[in-house]
T-cell receptor, first 113, second 111 residues
Framework: NAGVTQTPKFQVLKTGQSMTLQCAQDMNHNSMYWYRQDPGMGLRLIYYSASEGTTDKGEVPNGYNVSRLNKREFSLRLESAAPSQTSVYFC????????????FGPGTRLTVL | QKEVEQNSGPLSVPEGAIASLNCTYSDRGSQSFFWYRQYSGKSPELIMSIYSNGDKEDGRFTAQLNKASQYVSLLIRDSQPSDSATYLCAARMDSSYKLIFGSGTRLLVRP
């Protein structure tokens, strides 16, 4: 039982490149979330998926797209990376939308040059 | 305007002391509150949740909520060096799926 897994752990991109961050959970959770964490800013919600087949914008969705591929997997895509997207990205899941405990993955550290 | 405010710290306490971490929130509609602990380079983990006014105790941790003052706190009794981490306060309105996080308070427990 791995919980929430994320790939890759580290990534360096050049401005304008694209990439997809992968997230998977094996807890049979319905809801999944993508956050970014910047120094002094705390965690900010990018997108979330309350249930399979639905996605909604969070606080900072600009420059990102998401896909809820199935119940287990929720990916985050950067179509044209910008230095402002340098951050640590966390995926999280919860049993149901808004349920108290969100379980977080180990994070992806992304640097955009 | 940040909706959930925390002092960034660091808050430094000696081993065995009580650490008091504070959080204020701006939205009176917030109903549920959470404390997450995050070790350096790691992901956040939930340590306490609180929904009604008053105190809630779990082992060495006590969460306190005062909705009139829009204030949440976390007390850590008998602080240990292993408690040294960043503590994130989060709030959620019942009508929303979203958690709003504060920027965190760094706690340092000195041996």
């Amino acid at each position: 039982n791995a919980g929430v897994t994320q790939t890759p752990k580290f990534q360096v991109l050049k401005t304008g490149q694209s990439m997809t961050l992968q997230c998977a959970q094996d807890m049979n959770h319905n809801s999944m979330y993508w956050y970014r964490q910047d120094p002094g800013m705390g965690l900010r919600l990018i997108y979330y998926s309350a249930s399979e087949g639905t996605t909604d914008k969070g606080e900072v969705p600009n420059g990102y797209n998401v896909s809820r591929l199935n119940k287990r997997e929720f990916s985050l895509r950067l179509e044209s990376a910008a230095p402002s997207q340098t951050s640590v990205y966390f995926c999280a899941s919860s049993e149901f939308p808004g349920i108290n405990e969100q379980f977080f993955g180990p994070g992806t550290r992304l640097t955009v040059l | 305007q940040k909706e959930v405010e925390q002092n960034s710290g660091p808050l430094s306490v000696p081993e065995g002391a009580i650490a008091s971490l504070n959080c204020t929130y701006s939205d009176r509609g917030s109903q549920s509150f959470f404390w997450y602990r995050q070790y350096s380079g790691k992901s956040p983990e939930l340590i306490m949740s609180i929904y009604s006014n008053g105190d809630k105790e779990d082992g060495r941790f006590t969460a306190q909520l005062n909705k009139a003052s829009q204030y949440v706190s976390l007390l850590i009794r008998d602080s240990q060096p292993s408690d040294s981490a960043t503590y994130l306060c989060a709030a959620r309105m019942d009508s929303s799926y979203k958690l709003i996080f504060g920027s965190g308070t760094r706690l340092l427990v000195r041996p």
